[in-house]
Structures are given as structure tokens and as C-alpha cells.
């Protein structure tokens, strides 16, 4: 008996390949630096996304795509802090986004008018480890409410990831939770990862964070 196997998954992977690399050609193009961000499912992307757009959306010409699994209650949320569209993915139960539809979402932003593009991916620490959006970086979000051991659980994630916002730092006095051992676990799996640590909600360590945005905005932008 003949047996053929057909490798689907690298096809589809090879196909991703090709789509991201027209979204990272289009925002080259225009000066736009995106960034992935990615995390377990309640790290607080989105309320981050909104302290950010509140805060220097304008200033720094943020646009933002967000991927869901069924609603898109997080792009209603993003929406009333900018006058921008917010581009709302509805996966229909598949665990990431994939670069075809970033592409696709890309239509509904200026791309003139636009210095920095959030990707809000789907809460998800494995699917999205794989998939490359045609981004700058990928952002994981971690927050304090998880375990230590997320990054040792989770490593491609941590490996193909540029820098770790450690996420809810306000709750650190309620929780038994070692940041220290968390950021060691994260530096074991990537040594390059550098760390931000902040509560959105208390806005607290948000300097940082938006002072790293500026610097990418004005590099990208300088390289276009």
C-alpha cells in the first residue's frame, strides 16, 4: 500500500510567511512600527492598550487591530478612547490571528496617518508563539495573578518575544507571587528580554512604557 504524506501545516505556515511579509513591506513603506501583543487570556492587554490611547494615541499616531475568538467587546473598549477606527478580528474560534488577516485589516487603516499599530492578539500563550503578523516584535504581557513558571511552561512564546510587561503589579502585596522569580524564569528561556513593570489601572510605571513607544515611533519613522 502507497502511502503520501501531505505536511499541510508547513504549507499553511510557508503561506502565513508570504502575507506577513507584505504587512511588514506596507508598514516599512509608510514609517510604521507594529508590535504583537500577546499573553494568557485577562493579562490586561486591552486595558493597557487603553491607558496607552488615552494617554499618547494622538501623539504618537496609534492605530490598533484586535483579534477575538467570538465578540469584539475589546475593540468597542479601544474605541472610546480614539478617533481612529479600531479593526476588530473575529477568528470564529480558531486561537491566533494570522498575517492574512492583519493584511486584511490593514485596509481600514491610514497608514499616512499612523506611527505605531498595536496587534491585540488572541489571549493565548501557545497558537500565536508560531505566527508571525509581519510585526516589529512580539509584547508578552504577564501578569502577577499567574504563576512563576508561565515562562518555563510557555517558552517559545518568551523566546520569540523582544520584551515582557509584567502586568497588575498593584495586586503584588495580595498575591503569593515572586516577580523576581518570574522575570529569572522568563531571562532562562530568553536572555535578551528586557521588562517593563506597571499597573495600568493605577497607572503606575507607565512612564517607562510610553517613553519606549516614543523611541520606537520616532526610529521607525526616521527609517522610512
Known sequence: M???TIEVRERVMARNDEFAAQVRARLAEHGVAAFNLVSS???????LLERTLAAVGEELEIAVITGDVQTQNDAERLAAHTRRI???????????LDALQVLTALDA????????????????????????LGEREKIVL??????EDKPLKY???????????M???DLLEYVPFDIHAAMANALAVNPELAFFE???LRSRGLRDWFDFLRRAAAREHAGA
Open 109 to 132: 487603516v491610514d497608514l499616512d496617518r499612523t506611527r505605531l499599530l498595536f496587534i491585540e492578539n488572541v489571549g493565548n500563550l501557545v497558537c500565536p508563539a508560531n505566527w508571525d
Open 41 to 47: 487570556p485577562g493579562a490586561g492587554k486591552t486595558t
Open 86 to 96: 479600531v479593526s476588530a478580528v473575529i477568528t470564529g474560534g480558531a486561537c491566533h
Open 155 to 165: 517558552p517559545a512564546m518568551f523566546k520569540r518575544a523582544g520584551h515582557v510587561v
Open 198 to 200: 506597571l499597573s495600568a
Open 167 to 169: 502586568t497588575k503589579t
Open 2 to 4: 502507497a502511502i503520501q
Open 142 to 147: 504577564f501578569s502577577v495573578t499567574e504563576g
